[in-house]
């Protein structure tokens, strides 16, 4: 055994991050046994040989040794350092670990190798990708300032587990905030702060339904709603969705009875349309007397453009059954992996015994910083600055779309959110077109991916499928499009489908 060789190969593993010589020697020997380089019942050199051969201490070698001996790899005997049988029994060499690890039976759950693939990658910086902010224009140092203030005032026992449900200060300033601008019933007892809308949603179908119940989402929809409920358990039921939001029938009503119903009332993801009050009133009404609960997922109603934010389905009634769900995500940034969700007061107390077991909080400085920030004023002020410059933004993406494309075309969602709806007026695939547009360096969504083909346990419809007339078209993000880039961009994309014309 060529030891020096051995630690050079190894050595490059772990590339700029420098290993001391007695580690070195214990990382090298541990992975040529756990590769079989060095077989079981092998003996190694004595310490004092190995030491002269490699050219380092002998107190080097004998660290090397001891910890090899501690963790079972290789056990001391009257003939010398002898590698243990039990060491490759337990730690399966790596060859044999990657030909296990192609077959199924070490794969990944079919839960979640079912799920849709479709969204951007997480560092795509395509100007038209929907629902990321327009970050630089953030107040990185009101939000700075904040979080300096928050670590000075931080008592040494708020880093401990405790606070399941977040942090006081920052329940109570949601509470506030959202009774005033959402017309939210409710007390700081009642609202919990989680990691985000998708820690929201998985906490909704743990705590409120069970494997096998039935969930009603949007058809169109979102993506994480649908991927938290299959994970569930749950069985998905496509409601179709038309210029008055969600629009369940009779027939729904009874051969589907919903133990959850998602909804995005405000404005309706991805089509943007709003869910009249006629309905609203029916969902709760329908939902009470079968025992569902209503998911209220307000994920960007403070981002209107015309008129104040719509008023809360949770508002409307007392004690409704509706879980309001709100996120930081579209208002602050996503990074700050802050969301919230609202539960009836009669829940209040069981979600919070329950959150001890299935929650664990965090980012303590972040929560309360977000509770200064919404106190100060700074959160109210942000938001009517980020009102005009999306709606600047909106207007400007809109003309070029109209003064280009109207023939291809048709803008179909309301003014607000940071995304615009639109339909494609040509015998063009959606998903064609934006694979085109991805290979150009642009992210439009197509809607078709959005869209479930039948009920409960199905999966969007294949690539290969004509899309619905009705759902053939784009989500397009505006909120990163400058005004003067506009035309630049749609210009693109035009040229993008005008060729494949």
């Known amino acids: 055994m060529d030891y020096g060789l051995l630690m050079s190969n190894v050595e490059t593993q772990f590339g700029e991050r420098k290993l001391t010589q007695q580690d070195l020697l214990y990382e090298s020997l541990r992975h040529a046994i756990l590769s079989g380089a060095i077989r079981e019942g092998s003996r190694l050199l004595a310490t004092r040989a190995l030491a002269e051969q490699l050219g380092i201490a002998r107190n080097s070698v004998l660290y090397a040794y001891e910890r090899l001996t501690d963790e079972g790899f290789i056990s001391a005997s009257r003939h010398g350092s002898i590698v243990s049988e039990v060491s490759r029994a337990a730690s399966p060499s790596l060859s044999a670990w990657r030909e296990h690890a ?41 939000w700075r300032t904040c979080v300096e203030r928050a670590w000075r005032a931080i008592d040494p026992r708020e880093l401990d587990y405790r606070n399941h449900a977040g942090h006081p200060s920052l329940r109570r300033a949601i509470a ?180 001890v077991e299935l929650s664990r909080q965090g980012r303590v400085a972040d929560q309360i910083a977000l509770a200064d920030f919404i106190d100060s004023g700074k959160y109210a002020r942000h938001l009517r600055r980020m009102r005009r410059l999306y709606q600047q933004r909106r207007v400007a993406l809109v003309g070029a779309i109209e003064r280009r494309m109207s023939d291809l075309l048709t803008v179909s969602s309301d003014g607000g959110g940071m995304h615009l709806t639109v339909r494609l007026d040509a015998p063009l695939k959606d998903r064609d077109v934006s694979a085109a547009m991805q290979r150009e360096g642009l992210t439009i969504s197509p809607l078709s991916t959005f869209c479930l083909s039948g009920s409960e346990r199905d999966t969007p419809p294949p690539a290969s499928a004509t899309p619905d007339a009705r759902y053939n078209g784009f989500m397009v993000g505006y909120a990163r499009v400058l005004p003067d880039q506009a035309d630049a961009l749609v210009a693109r994309l035009e040229r993008v489908i005008r060729s494949m014309l």
């Open 102 to 142: 192609a077959t199924p039976a070490f794969g990944l759950s079919r839960r979640v190798t079912g799920l849709p693939h479709e969204r951007a990658r997480p560092d795509d910086a395509s100007p038209f990708r929907p629902g990321v902010p327009a970050l630089d224009e953030f107040p990185l140092g009101q």
């Open 176 to 355: 506030d905030y959202v009774r005033v601008s959402r017309s939210v019933r409710c007390t700081p007892e009642q609202v919990f702060v989680t990691s985000g809308t998708q820690a929201s949603l998985d906490l909704c179908a743990c705590l409120l339904a069970d494997v096998g119940d039935s969930a009603w989402v949007e058809n169109p929809g979102y993506h994480g709603a649908k991927a938290a409920f299959r994970t569930a358990g749950l069985n998905l039921v496509p409601i179709p969705v038309d210029a008055a939001g969600m629009a369940p029938e009779s027939a729904h009503w009874q051969d589907n009875p919903p133990k959850l119903i998602y909804l995005t009332p405000s404005h309706q993801y991805p089509l943007g349309s709003v869910l009249s009050l006629e309905r609203r009133w029916s969902i709760i009404e329908n939902a009470t007397a079968r025992g569902a609960w209503i998911i209220e997922d307000d994920y960007d109603s403070e981002l209107r453009h015309s008129g104040p934010p719509l008023p809360s389905i949770q508002g409307l009634a007392e004690e409704s059954p509706v879980i309001y769900l709100g996120t930081f995500s579209k208002t602050m940034f996503p990074a700050l992996r802050i969301g919230f969700m609202v539960v009836p007061a009669h829940l209040a107390t069981a979600v919070e015994g329950a959150l």
